[in-house]
């Protein structure tokens, strides 16, 4: 553990099984959580400190909301590690930040493994350093066959360089008549997204206060639920997740529907009528909510 830190010494008490439990029973609870992890060097400068303590600061907080997302039975957790506007900043806070990639891929494989967590990252990877590519491979092999939380570390990725070069892969299989431009959907599209193996986001929590998508997942975005709060990403704690889903789980998601539609159609689906008896609409919010089959 760093200087500027605590000891790590968490264990699920009690109390915390009980909030779970009642998370878990107040409402839906979102399937895919994404997070700008934001504010980690106006945490360390407001204490005086290097920026790289409140970075260092930030893999405690990582730490505690992936083991928290999986203890409540959540399935995949995207965060905003490194943004491929982030090579712009200093040089020497670019290899600190690769320098603390690779200490937290060592120091957290043990509990990745215990714990049935799938690491796996997207963005341009190649862009990384030699060392950090080899490492983050090794760990990503070593936990492909877990089945519990999904862990993906978008590293130097933006949403718009996933764009760019989906429609690039894209038009090279119209070119090789693969495909055909009008057979070209919604789910063609998505498909050749790095994040296509993943459902998109139900909620997007940002911390530090700032209202921006940051070019973060702009297309998984779409529907997702905003939680932003202010607390810095290196105070940010399982406590402030809870409050992320609770945010969540009061949200009417209408998907553009009514909410009449939406009313109907989740009575609908309540009361289990048999799918060949719903109508579209029916079975279309079915799926949404996770109760079709
Ligand atoms: C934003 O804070 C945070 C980052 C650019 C990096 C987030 C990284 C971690 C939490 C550590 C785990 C990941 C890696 C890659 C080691 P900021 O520096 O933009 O904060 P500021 O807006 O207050 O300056």
Do not use: C
Not at 134 to 154: C, F, P, R, Y
Request: hydrophobic share 35%; net charge positive; proline share 4%.
């Amino acid at each position: 553990m760093g200087r500027f830190l605590g000891p790590d010494n968490y264990h699920q008490n009690p109390d915390d099984k009980i909030v779970q439990h009642e998370l878990r029973a107040t409402g839906k609870l979102p399937k895919h959580i994404a997070v700008i992890m934001d504010g980690n060097g106006r945490w360390a400068e407001e204490r005086g400190l290097p920026r790289a303590a409140g970075h260092q600061a930030g893999i405690v907080s990582l730490r505690d909301v992936t083991r928290s997302s999986r203890e409540l039975g959540i399935d995949f957790l995207t965060v905003y590690a490194f943004s491929t506007e982030n090579w712009k900043r200093p040089k020497r806070e670019v290899s600190m930040l690769f320098r603390l990639l690779r200490k937290m891929l060592r120091d957290e494989m043990e509990e990745m493994l215990e714990n049935g967590v799938r690491l796996n990252a997207i963005g341009q990877i190649n862009a990384l350093p030699a060392i950090v590519q080899q490492e983050l491979g090794e760990a990503i092999e070593k936990t492909s066959q877990n089945k519990g939380l999904t862990l993906t570390l978008a590293l130097s990725y933006s949403g718009r360089w996933d764009i760019v070069r989906a429609i690039q892969s894209l038009a090279l299989d119209v070119r090789r008549g693969k495909i055909s431009p009008e057979d070209i959907s919604d789910d063609i599209f998505r498909s050749y997204l790095t994040t296509s193996a993943i459902p998109d986001p139900d909620l997007l929590i940002r911390t530090s206060g700032e209202m921006r998508l940051s070019n973060f997942l702009l297309w998984e975005l779409a529907y997702s639920e905003i939680h932003v709060t202010k607390t810095f990403w290196p105070d940010f704690r399982r406590e402030n997740l809870y409050d992320a889903i609770r945010d969540y789980q009061r949200r009417e998601r209408r998907f553009g529907l009514t909410g009449a539609q939406l009313k109907n159609a989740i009575t609908a689906n309540e009361e289990k009528v048999p799918r060949e008896q719903k109508t579209y609409v029916e079975r279309l919010i079915s799926t949404i909510t996770g109760g079709g089959k």
